[in-house]
């Protein structure tokens, strides 16, 4: 069965990165699009960044330039790296696999989800 596993997430200061991974199994990892997305408390889930089959990306405006996606096909593994962290980037942060349409940004267009890993920026 398809499974996505977040890890990487944790507590730090405002201006620092962290990278985080999701691990895929249980399909053909080269096949299919890798999302990243982000809930905050009392908050909708919303887009940060998502990585086609061939590499292609595409950010939101709100980590567009602080953010950098990519994926290792050899190792079923997407990456989110994140530098100059903001206290706004406080969230749970989910990968996702995207089934539909070409570097989706809407959340129905991905049809299976990690569980998440919880990103804690303190200013």
């Known amino acids: 069965q398809v499974q996505l596993v977040e890890s990487g997430g944790g507590l730090v200061q405002a201006g620092a990165s962290l990278r985080l991974s999701c691990a895929a199994s249980?399909?053909?990892?080269?096949?299919?699009?890798m999302g990243w997305f982000r809930q905050a408390p009392g908050k909708e889930r919303e887009f940060v960044a998502v990585?086609?089959?061939?590499?292609?990306?595409r950010y939101a405006d709100s980590v567009k330039g602080r953010c950098s996606i990519s994926r290792d096909n050899t190792k079923n593994t997407a990456f989110l790296q994140m530098d100059s962290l903001k206290p706004e980037d406080t969230a749970l942060y989910y990968c996702?696999?995207?089934?539909?349409?070409?570097?989706?940004?809407?959340?129905?267009?991905?049809?299976?989800w990690g569980q998440g890993t919880q990103v804690t920026v303190s200013s």
């Open positions: 249980g399909y053909t990892f080269a096949n299919y699009n």
């Open positions: 990585v086609s089959r061939w590499g292609g990306t």
């Open positions: 996702a696999r995207g089934g539909i349409g070409f570097l989706p940004s809407e959340p129905h267009a991905y049809d299976f």
